[in-house]
């Protein structure tokens, strides 16, 4: 596999997941208005990932920077963009979905006008070739919602024997599932920050583009990461030895025996990185199942089970049919990148693994139909059983929602036009150059 296949599906897989449910979630109207926000916001944070992976596989096809004018500068703008507008969507998110922490309207315009102007904020620091210094305040994200869903999660998880309910189950398995989603693939690291690892401690993201101190801020959100899903991890195995055990125990028990696992194949290693992915080391050939398998396919996944699971789409009779299609064509795309990537490990001819492709789909006939029933119709209630303090009753009015979605397309259409001014003004080159030379 090219190294930026991997990238490039992942692109189309989110993109195709965030396109086709904020059609389906339009559409409902019954859910609480933090699901249905919450909802929106996860449609977008697909799209906006979505786009920025393309500019990633371009980017890591360009392999390095090949001087002024190159093409590179419009993909890494707009990865680093993208980006921003992923992580502020995130914190949007944590305030609003599965326990709206925000509790009226003034509250919810003082958050969002915040994050808008955070969201402002760390854009005009790139623009002006500030944006890879520690006034970027790289890493808070993390911080935050991990702090947000992670109490929210001990909370609910954790609940009193009489407190117990489905609903509490359910809020503490979405924000369990939000925090993986969120920071899965920095839980594939533990055992280099416990065991002082190099590929943790000499970490080098902007690859000499940045300060000591910014690398030093990514690393100690990257602890925090850790040290939660440690905690997360000890209380799923508690429960798992009560029978209480869920989907999110075994995801979050995976990941971290896959993280000691890679222990013995990452540290001895010096370029385990998700950008170099595909290349045939062993440590690459790990990273690649690992780290880049949590941001191209199972992010997708993991974001379309919760808005399955819980019901934040119109999952009406008339649009369940739909719905299916989408289902299909979701694991469709999945099952060939997970054969793109046994190829790129094994090389196995690519007219054998379509044919395996189409046995696959072949036998998956009908097995899609009984998981996506299923799922659907699983219990989704977060609100029955749980006090009525968690959930305050605010009035949005639907053109709100149709203004976020409004909204949000002409944001992504403006960071398109900032990113290709800045190729043209090669703003990137130079920021590249004078970082380069040591200016922070």
């Known amino acids: 596999m090219a190294d930026t296949d991997l990238a490039l599906i992942g692109a189309i897989l989110m993109i195709a997941v965030g396109v086709m449910t904020l059609y389906f979630i339009r559409n409902n109207k019954n859910l609480m208005w933090n699901q249905r926000l919450g909802a929106h916001i ?41 980006d921003i507008l992923f992580s502020t969507g995130m914190l949007a998110l944590c305030l609003v979905f599965p326990v709206p922490i925000l509790r009226n309207n003034k509250q919810l315009k003082i958050a969002f006008t915040a994050i808008v102007g955070f969201a402002a904020y760390r854009i005009i620091l790139f623009m002006v070739g500030l944006g890879v210094t520690i006034l970027e305040l790289s890493g808070i994200i993390y911080l935050i919602a991990g702090t947000v869903w992670g109490t929210i999660y001990v909370r609910f998880r954790l609940a009193p024997e009489e407190k117990r309910n489905q609903s509490t189950e359910n809020i503490a398995l979405a924000a369990g599932l939000l925090l993986i989603f969120h920071m899965g693939h920095i839980w594939f690291s533990w055992p280099g920050l416990v065991m002082r690892a190099e590929y943790f401690y000499n970490l080098d993201l902007m690859e000499g583009m940045s300060h000591r101190s910014v690398e030093y801020l990514w690393q100690a959100s990257y602890a925090f990461s850790i040290g939660l899903g440690m905690m997360m991890c000890a209380i799923e195995i508690k429960q798992l030895t009560k029978g209480r055990a869920n989907q999110l125990s075994y995801a979050v028990i995976a990941y971290f025996v896959l993280g000691f696992i890679g222990y013995t194949i990452l540290s001895s290693a010096t370029d385990a990185f998700w950008w170099s992915s595909g290349k045939q080391t062993l440590a690459q050939i790990w990273i690649t199942l690992t780290s880049s398998m949590h941001f191209t396919i199972l992010r997708p996944l993991i974001g379309m089970y919760i808005l399955l699971r819980f019901g934040l789409f119109d999952a009406t009779d008339e649009m369940k049919p739909k719905a ?23 090389p196995i001819n690519q007219m054998f693994t379509a044919a395996l ?11 899609e139909e009984r998981s996506f029933d299923k799922l659907v119709n699983a ?16 009035e949005i009015k639907e053109s709100l929602f149709k203004g976020l979605d409004i909204g949000m397309f002409l944001f992504v259409a403006a960071l398109l036009l900032i990113a290709y001014l800045q190729w043209q003004t090669n703003a990137i080159f130079e920021l590249a150059v004078r970082r380069m030379n040591g200016e922070w």
């Open 42 to 82: 996860i449609c977008w944070l697909f799209i906006a990932k979505g786009i920025g992976s393309a500019a990633a596989a371009f980017l890591i096809g360009a392999g390095e920077i090949s001087g002024p004018g190159g093409t590179w500068q419009f993909t890494f703008s707009l990865l680093w963009l993208m």
């Open 379 to 394: 219990p989704s209630n977060m609100r029955d059983g749980v006090e009525d303090k968690w959930y305050p009753d605010v």
């Open 357 to 367: 492709l189409g046995i696959i789909v072949a036998f998956g006939i009908g097995w």
């Open 324 to 346: 299916k299609m989408m289902v299909i064509i979701l694991i469709v795309i999945a099952t060939s990148a997970l054969l793109e990537l046994i190829q790129s490990i094994i």
